[in-house]
């Protein structure tokens, strides 16, 4: 099982940003994507972003053009940029490892970190 420690949530007033990183014990590069998910309170978790192996990457629609994914097999890192936040981004961020349909490995979550936008 691979440990995910994400870090750079906290409290930040709409229109600013945030870039929250994620860092993996083992190879992020034996996974087919790496995500983020958030769950704001009340509410099913969703997916925020994918950063396919191959190299490509998918926002949900209401994020696109504010949030950048970015992967780096070679650091086993992988971070979220979040510009113009919106209180409606309040939630706490997870990463996600999702393993190959073939691979014995399991999926991989970390522990959750905060963000509030508020004034």
């Known amino acids: 099982q691979v440990q995910l420690v994400e870090s750079g949530g906290g409290l930040v007033q709409p229109g600013g940003s945030l870039r929250l990183s994620c860092a993996a014990s083992?190879?992020?590069?034996?996974?087919?994507?790496v995500d983020w998910y958030r769950q704001a309170p009340g509410k099913q978790r969703e997916l925020v972003a994918t950063?396919?192996?191959?190299?490509?990457?998918n926002y949900r629609d209401s994020v696109k053009g504010r949030f950048t994914i970015s992967r780096d097999n070679a650091k086993n890192t992988v971070d979220l940029q979040m510009n113009s936040l919106k209180p409606e981004d309040t939630a706490v961020y997870y990463c996600?490892?999702?393993?190959?349909?073939?691979?014995?490995?399991?999926?991989?979550w970390g522990q959750g970190t905060q963000v509030t936008v508020s004034s």
């Open positions: 996600h490892l999702k393993p190959y349909s073939w691979s014995s490995l399991s999926d991989s």
């Open positions: 083992g190879n992020t590069a034996d996974f087919s994507a």
């Open positions: 950063a396919a192996n191959g190299g490509s990457v």
